[in-house]
């Protein structure tokens, strides 16, 4: 693999040239350039006058970008931090991200993350929550899937909520478990499209302006991906770490180590792998590995990280958030609840540890 570093990155930027038929440098919008392990992040500044515009500019880095031998992957990420125009050379370099303050009454602050969309990361969610309130911790949730919030659904909650009198949001909940989701401040059927600064806001808001008491565990239920809302709750919420859901299969893994490098990146800890999907029970009582074997459990070995279980294809699972019940609280008795229940006890575990 070539070594990729800033000089080689600076060129390629050099070489994007704008409507104004300037260079994207000469332009002073890139706030920073990281690099880390062939994943790169290019910080744009972007305002009201020019989202639209620096969006676009986004597209090309990540296109441009995307050529240099040995890049895994390319993210661009729009700031509202204005650069002074005559910064110095040393402004331009990355800057170290502030202290994120802890929210008030909250001990620890998960997100629960994958590479990609379809390997069970929202179930999981609501399934680890539901688990962790079963073994006595105070849990809320918090949907940060803003372009597809299924949380409401998954729990059956419907309606606005309110506002008490420190103007705090009133979270629902569901079973003792404390939930907000950005669902819950939309039309059900109004599609979210929004720009980068609207989604760091609205993240931000929820999690710091939700009256959330006293919880052992927030569990956030992250959009798929590496993109901005990714890392803008990795940057601006006061994270203890990060849980990675993948299935075994190639393609999912291969997204799954792209999640890791970004949380890395950042500065954030993966406290562990799960490994959903990871087979079929038969009729007979033997296992069909529908989506491969054992890929996520061999990840999390390579990359020296916690594998935290594997848990099985099971319709009544998925049943039972079509129902808008976590499987923990709708099967009580069932081996598949065990499991979770496992992650559970596993996740404090590693967390008291850390303490």
Not at 37 to 62: C, F, P, T
Not at 318 to 332: A, H, K, L, T
Request: hydrophobic share 40%; charged share 25%; aromatic share 4%.
């Amino acid at each position: 693999m070539t070594d990729i570093t800033k000089e080689i990155i600076e060129k390629k930027l050099t070489s994007i040239v704008l409507g104004n038929k300037k260079s994207l440098v000469e332009e002073n919008i890139i706030e920073g350039i990281s690099h880390k392990d062939g994943h790169v992040q290019i910080s744009l500044y972007a305002n009201k006058d020019n989202i639209e515009e620096i969006e676009k500019v986004g597209k090309l880095i990540e296109k441009e970008l995307s050529s240099i031998k040995g890049m895994i992957s390319v993210t661009s990420v729009l700031t509202n931090e204005p650069l002074k125009q005559n910064a110095s050379k040393e402004a331009k370099q990355p800057k170290e991200p502030k202290p994120v303050e802890k929210i008030q009454g909250i001990k620890n602050i998960i997100a629960i993350a994958s590479g990609k969309g379809g390997v069970g990361k929202s179930t999981m969610s609501i399934n680890i929550a539901s688990a962790l309130s079963s073994i006595g911790k105070r849990v809320g949730i918090l949907d940060a899937d803003i372009h597809g919030p299924s949380i409401p659904h998954m729990l059956a909650l419907k309606g606005k909520p309110e506002v008490n009198e420190n103007k705090k949001i009133v979270p629902f909940e569901f079973e003792n478990m404390k939930v907000m989701s950005i669902g819950f401040l939309i039309n059900e059927d109004q599609p979210v499209v929004w720009r980068g600064p609207m989604v760091h806001s609205a993240i931000k808001q929820m999690a710091t302006d939700t009256n959330w008491g006293e919880l052992d565990f927030l569990i956030i239920d992250m959009p798929p991906g590496t993109g901005d809302a990714q890392i803008t709750v990795s940057q601006h919420l006061p994270l203890d770490g990060a849980i990675i859901v993948s299935t075994p299969q190639p393609v999912a893994v291969n997204d799954a180590v792209k999640a890791i490098g970004m949380f890395k990146k950042v500065n954030i800890e993966i406290l562990g792998i799960i490994e959903n999907m990871s087979y079929l029970v038969l009729n007979d009582g033997t296992k069909e590995n529908i989506f491969g074997e054992d890929g996520a459990k061999e990840m999390a070995k390579k990359l020296n990280i916690e594998f935290i279980g594997e848990i099985p294809l099971d319709k009544e699972i998925r049943e039972s958030c079509d129902d808008g019940i976590p499987f923990v609280f709708s099967q009580p008795k069932s081996l598949i609840k065990d499991i979770f229940i496992s992650f559970a006890k596993k996740i404090d575990e590693i967390l008291s540890k850390k303490s």
